[in-house]
């Protein structure tokens, strides 16, 4: 993945362990995102804004291979 290599120093600098395991979390949503032909920014603004209301059985419907745009 070329693109984990391009920001390999960048993570330097995640703050925390916590912090490094919070960006490793988007940065996989991001690039799964593209494999499957989905925009991103797309993507992460309509599930941020869909997940709270959302019912816990049916998460699996959020995930990028899965999404539909509401």
């Not at 995640?14 to 494999?35: H, M, Q, W």
């Not at 941020?48 to 699996?60: C, K, V, Y």
């Amino acid at each position: 993945m070329k693109p984990v290599a391009l920001s390999r120093k960048n993570w330097l600098f995640a703050g925390s362990e916590r912090g490094g395991r919070a960006a490793a979390v988007a940065f996989s949503l991001i690039e799964t995102a593209r494999l499957n032909g989905v925009e991103p920014y797309a993507y992460l603004r309509d599930v941020l804004q869909r997940i709270n209301g959302h019912r816990q059985d049916r998460l699996e419907e959020l995930l990028p291979m899965n999404w539909r745009p509401a």
